[in-house]
């Protein structure tokens, strides 16, 4: 690529895609280029690994301070760097994305540092090849929504302060103790002792799919089927919120179950929630009601005939809700769940535990789809 590259365009760039192992004043260049010039909304940097300064397949980025601050830039991919300091990411409050791909830090402070330095992100996506130093890695973004996270080698610890976190994507994590992921988030509110093991988190997702059922949903799903070491199947744990009455929220459940169609699902956990369909203020319309329900009639098996989970645990079960009770009734007639259906009833106060007893009840009396499938209370 040369600069005439960049003059043969006519106007600004919505995203430039630079591949190179280029020498770091040539792609000083191409940066300022696409981001001062071109004014690039989404900037794309892969590095083909060279033979000079590699650490384990990735190259050095040196380039100046404030680089990535230009105020059309918005979204920024970098893939096969290692990054020694944050100065490169100085004073950039005007990204909203950020994925650092293979990207290697000497120390944990710096990550740390970058992702401080970047103060507006809502989406970060790090899957990091290689982290040392005994810190602790901190992710404090206050709009942050989208949080993913691949880190082969152990970390101290990690502490992630995010207020208006919808979607949390443990690909894989390492800390030197269980309880050394602290998160204080909405979706901490489901048991994290169901996907957690010893020092090693197991792959999960927790979404929040009552707030991302409008514009973004696309973005969350692509960034979710990702591509991960050959693999866009998922495994391991998913704990969801959900309003079952709504059509568009059923519809994204049904896709992030899809993502399980290859591998049991170990654990799914429910929290339904209500009148999420019944918001005006925001402009809805639920013309489709009448579909949504010959959904829960028909017998097409829900999401698929393939999937299948170990154990099933649901919080805010309305015994009520008609909607509600199909759905869970789905689960248990089809082959869906292979061990346990828990239902939480504790937490209600004495009539409402009752009516929720008593369509537990109800549920537990359908012909089921797996002979030893347990149906309690909790």
């Not at 650490?55 to 990054?83: A, D, E, K, N």
Request: proline share 3%; charged share 20%; aromatic share 8%.
């Amino acid at each position: 690529m040369r600069a005439h590259t960049f003059d043969k365009h006519r106007g600004d760039l919505e995203s430039c895609i630079i591949t190179s192992r280029c020498h770091d004043g040539t792609l000083r260049n191409w940066i300022l280029l696409a981001t001062r010039v071109k004014h690039t909304k989404s900037l794309t940097l892969n590095n083909i690994h060279g033979r000079k300064r590699r650490f384990r397949g990735t190259r050095m980025l040196h380039v100046s301070s404030q680089i990535f601050s230009h105020h059309s830039l918005t979204s920024l991919s970098l893939s096969g760097y290692s990054l020694l300091s944050k100065r490169p990411f100085n004073n950039c409050g005007n990204l909203k994305t950020l994925k650092l791909l293979n990207v290697v830090f000497v120390r944990v402070c710096t990550l740390s540092s970058v992702l401080a330095a970047c103060s507006s992100l809502e989406v970060i996506v790090l899957q990091i090849g290689f982290l040392t130093g005994i810190d602790v890695l901190k992710i404090e973004n206050k709009n942050l929504k989208f949080l993913q996270m691949t880190f082969p080698c152990y970390v101290e610890r990690i502490e992630v302060n995010a207020p208006c976190l919808d979607v949390l994507d443990i690909r894989e994590i390492k800390c030197e103790n269980k309880n050394n992921f602290i998160i204080t988030a909405p979706i901490n509110q489901f048991n994290r002792n169901r996907w957690v093991s010893r020092c090693v988190y197991r792959p999960h997702i927790s979404y929040d799919v009552s707030e991302l059922a409008q514009e973004t949903k696309n973005i969350w799903h692509e960034l979710l089927m990702s591509d991960f070491h050959g693999m866009t199947t998922r495994h391991g744990t998913l704990s969801v919120s959900v309003d079952i009455t709504n059509p568009k929220e059923v519809e994204i459940l049904k896709e992030l179950l899809l993502m399980w169609t290859t591998y049991t699902m170990i654990e799914l956990e429910i929290l339904f929630k209500t009148n999420n369909a019944s918001r005006e203020e925001e402009g809805e319309c639920y013309s489709d009601g009448i579909a949504h329900e010959k959904l829960w009639e028909d017998a097409t098996p829900f999401p698929n005939a393939g999937f299948r989970v170990n154990s099933v645990w649901m919080y805010n079960f309305n015994g009520s809700s008609k909607e509600g009770f199909a759905f869970a009734s789905r689960f248990v007639m089809q082959k869906t769940v292979m061990m346990k259906m828990m239902i939480q009833t504790s937490s209600y106060p004495p009539t409402k535990k009752s009516e929720v007893e008593a369509a537990v009840a109800k549920l537990m009396e359908l012909p089921k789809g797996n002979e030893d499938l347990s149906i309690e209370c909790f």
